[in-house]
């Protein structure tokens, strides 16, 4: 024991006596790391390019290269994406490594004046990718056959190891040239070998959904990798023995390749391959490889299992409910439904096939009802295995209470109330009636001012004003406004309303009883205004009538409402006619405006819109029409449905219309008088209009007569039925705006009394 402390200490004062005289060798060494650590990114280029050599010379197919900071990124037809680096100037030996007409890999030291065989394969199934390291000890280049386990020194001619540091200086160490050229890649080798290799964006095959590394599967289990194709003309798939392959039909270029594990492994099963390979070739005799690494565990498959509950940390709100879901780790995918609560419960199989496949641990389920019970079915599969149904109920949170609107109380309290351009209020009405719809009376209507209807009794909507006619308004302007905007309309049946007066009516149902429910039979001088918002009007023959041999309406408005038209009838009703007297002067009328309406017939009806004549008694020349945004459903007129013999001007725009299962044309606009009546002051434009089948005597067109010509409208043999539903007995139309892409249409939220259930 002292023999040995006796040494230690003499080989310690040695260390200490000779300190000095070794900073200089450690000052090399510390050198030579610092000059090999710099040559870092000039070999790990060197290798990279190696790599990309190697599948370029093995038949590898391009589908896209981009360039960068001299770098050239490939990415070949099976998705794999390989890098080519020109290399940069640096004060060094560099191997120079190419592969000879041996298919083998060989190497230059002496920058390209000779060249060494490695003595092993470059390409091929038994193909070696060699790689390249600079000895940090001793600054020599090193070369590894497998993979980086062991490496050995690269030997120059005489046998002599290769030093990487050197007192020249070499540049693109590896490519004499790298370019696309035209549809090819091409590379020319500093050894001399060319390497053109066409780059084909039309073609592809290659797996996206495998994670990283090998794949691995329970003895029989099954799994599904999504795969990209594109100009694949055949493929040939192969697989290890006893794992079986097949690739679906691609659909929108998307395919599974299914594979299935042996349902055990054995000895004849154990096959030492990996690789489940899809080859594929396209038409021009271009091939590509595609696969991924197999590895069955060799025990039975388990079947998955998961578990839901309601998410611990977002609550729910009106529309929707968030779940947490817990699959189990074997298991490769899941689904759910969600459904009311009060529905019967889906077992597994209906849960994979109707249900939405989730992804991560949680979901959010939209588009839910307030204040309702739901319950999520969740089912996890891997393979053909399936989990139980797991499942959690929750309820949606209630929608806040909002107040109905009551147009009455709205009075009362001094609030306005907008009528069209009328506003409503005690200042401009200081005094107003509330009536049931059954104490409406001819004498009341004749008497005019503010009459609020009360809707509020569902059983009493109902009533029929009695008499043949009256002289509406003939005291003053009538206003009639139904009291809840929300609830069911009160459903009255008119006589003649013989407008004396201005006349303005919101959220009623009229009904016509006689030929013709408002005229201006007794206008008596005044050229009264009609307003109608928020209405149903049941159209009898003509719903508006201008029939004064000296006066006439002086405004029509029709907005937000629903328009029905008799079925049947022979003497084709419009919502607007004008009488055949002429009147000195012309009409005095200024305009008549229809918006957001519904026009419609239960059954295909031959009927007007407007009908304003078609010679020159019918003056109308101060007349400006504007129908924009309405829906117009089984409603056609071969005698034009908006027509008239001259116009101030003439805006038809985004209207929809819809007829079927009658053999007739339809045209949707005519002014008659083209010398008066110029192009300059009609817009017939956006317009959808559809029937079927089209033909020479079926069809719609957006003008018959005049100078002026629409622009933009969609009509005859392309266009496809405007509507994503249609109910004619409830008047329900909804437009489709993946269809009719313009915005044309009426709209049903603004009708708040309109219910679709």
């Not at 200490?16 to 000052?27: A, E, I, K």
């Not at 190497?107 to 070696?128: C, P, Q, R």
């Not at 819109?609 to 020159?616: D, E, K, T, V, Y």
Request: with cysteine.
């Amino acid at each position: 024991m002292k023999k040995y402390l006796i040494l230690i200490f003499v080989a310690l004062a040695a260390v200490f006596q000779s300190c000095d005289n070794n900073d200089d060798l450690w000052d090399a060494i510390d050198d030579l790391k610092s000059r090999v650590q710099a040559l870092e990114t000039q070999v790990d280029a060197l290798n990279g390019n190696i790599e990309a050599l190697q599948k370029l010379y093995g038949g590898a197919t391009i589908s896209k290269v981009e360039t960068s900071d001299g770098k050239y990124l490939i990415t070949l037809t099976n998705g794999e994406t390989i890098e080519l680096v020109q290399g940069s100037e640096a004060e060094a030996v560099i191997p120079i490594v190419s592969i000879n007409d041996k298919g083998e890999w060989q190497v230059s030291i002496d920058n390209g004046a000779t060249f060494t065989s490695l003595g092993v394969k470059a390409v091929a199934e038994d193909g070696t990718t060699p790689r390249f390291r600079i000895d940090e000890a001793t600054g020599y280049w090193q070369v590894s056959y497998d993979g980086g386990t062991s490496f050995e020194n690269v030997k120059d001619t005489k046998g002599q190891p290769v030093k990487a540091i050197g007192s020249g200086t070499v540049t693109d160490k590896f490519f004499e040239e790298v370019k696309v050229d035209g549809g090819d890649l091409y590379i020319r080798l500093l050894g001399g070998e060319e390497l053109r290799i066409p780059i084909v964006s039309d073609f592809f095959c290659r797996i996206v959904t495998p994670t990283e590394g090998v794949q691995t599967f329970d003895a029989g289990a099954t799994k599904r990798f999504v795969v990209e194709i594109r100009g694949v003309e055949q493929v040939k798939l192969s697989a290890p023995e006893g794992w079986s392959a097949r690739l679906t039909d691609a659909v929108d270029e998307r395919a599974e390749l299914i594979v299935t594990a042996p349902a055990a492994v054995t000895r004849a099963t154990a096959d030492t391959s990996k690789d489940v390979a899809i080859e594929a070739f396209a038409a021009g005799g271009l091939s590509t490889v595609a696969k991924i690494q197999v590895e069955s565990t060799g025990t039975a498959p388990a079947a998955p299992t998961v578990a839901v509950t309601n998410s611990a940390t977002v609550e729910p709100t009106q529309s929707a409910l968030t779940f947490d879901v817990a699959p189990s780790a074997n298991a490769d995918g899941w689904k759910y439904l969600c459904l009311k609560s009060t529905e019967a419960a889906p077992d597994a199989a209906r849960v994979l096939a109707e249900g939405t496949a989730g992804a991560g641990t949680g979901v959010t389920v939209g588009n839910l009802e307030a204040n309702t019970a739901y319950t999520i079915y969740v089912v996890a599969y891997a393979g053909d295995l399936t989990s139980e149904v797991a499942s959690v109920g929750n309820t949606t949170a209630a929608a806040p209470v909002t107040a109905e609107t009551d147009y009455y109380q709205d009075y009362q309290d001094g609030k306005d109330i907008a009528l069209g351009d009328l506003t409503i209020n005690k200042t401009v009405y200081p005094e107003a009636q509330l009536l049931k719809p059954s104490e409406l009376t001819a004498a009341i209507l004749q008497t005019g001012g503010l009459i609020f209807v009360d809707n509020s009794d569902e059983s009493a909507l109902a009533h029929t004003v009695n008499g043949t006619s009256v002289n509406a308004g003939q005291t003053s302007a009538l206003v009639l406004i139904g009291r809840y905007k929300e609830r069911e309309q009160a459903a009255l049946t008119l006589p003649e309303m013989r407008c004396n007066r201005n006349v303005a009516v919101m959220n009623l149902h009229l009904i016509g009883n006689t030929d013709n429910t408002f005229t201006t039979t007794n206008a008596k001088n005044l050229n009264p205004d009609l307003l109608l918002v928020d209405c149903t009007l049941d159209v009898k023959r003509y719903f508006i009538y201008d029939n004064n041999g000296n006066w006439s309406f002086n405004n029509i408005l029709i907005n937000n409402s629903f328009v029905m038209y008799p079925v049947g009838a022979t003497n084709q009703p419009a919502l607007y006619s004008i009488t055949t007297t002429a009147k000195a002067g012309g009409y005095p009328m200024q305009s008549i405006k229809l918006t957001n309406n519904v026009l419609y017939a239960t059954a295909p009806t031959q009927a007007y819109i407007l009908q304003c004549g078609n010679n020159a008694q019918y003056d109308t020349k101060n007349l400006r029409i504007e129908i924009t945004g309405n829906t117009l459903y089984n409603i056609y007129q071969p005698n034009i449905m908006i027509r008239a013999y001259v116009l101030a001007g003439l805006t038809v725009t985004k209207n929809v219309g819809y007829y079927t299962g009658v053999t007739a044309k339809s045209y949707l606009t005519g002014v008659y008088d083209t010398a008066g009546f110029t192009a300059d002051k009609a817009e017939v434009t956006y317009n959808y209009l559809y029937t079927a089948p089209v033909s020479d005597t079926n069809f719609w067109s957006a003008k018959h007569t005049g100078s002026y010509t629409p622009a933009n409208n969609q009509m005859g043999d392309g266009v496809e039925a405007p509507f994503s539903s249609m109910d004619a007995a409830k008047g329900y139309f909804p437009v489709d705006a993946s269809v009719v892409k313009t915005g044309a249409g009426a709209t049903y939220d603004t009708k708040a009394w309109f219910k679709t259930e």
